[in-house]
């Protein structure tokens, strides 16, 4: 299965681990590998995490507070948002 970002989620990306970088050096690189993780899990068994509404799922990172929402669409994996968990938990929906 193939990985698409919405460029908004992109963005979320990359500000996160900006964050992390600013709060100790290195941190951002092990933020951006843990994203990375989760996605090969997201690849590899796209249809076994969180329902967080009929199309839309969630995986959680294992280290950092945030979860990764995408939307499964034929062959294709669309990442809708790297979303911080104890933020405003639907503000992604209108990129569907």
């Known amino acids: 299965m193939s990985l698409t970002f919405h460029e908004v989620a992109r963005e979320e990306l990359e500000e996160a681990t900006e964050y992390y970088e600013q709060q100790r050096q290195g941190l951002g690189e092990e933020f951006a590998q843990e994203v990375e993780n989760a996605l090969a899990r997201v690849q590899r068994h796209p249809h076994t995490w969180t329902r967080l509404t009929e199309d839309v799922r969630r995986c959680r990172l294992n280290r950092f507070p945030y979860g990764i929402v995408y939307v499964v669409r034929g062959d294709d994996i669309l990442i809708v948002a790297i979303m911080h968990l104890r ?6 929906a209108d990129r569907l």
Do not use: A, F, I, L
Request: glycine share 16%; proline share 17%; net charge positive.
């Open 87 to 92: 933020r405003k938990p639907g503000y992604w």
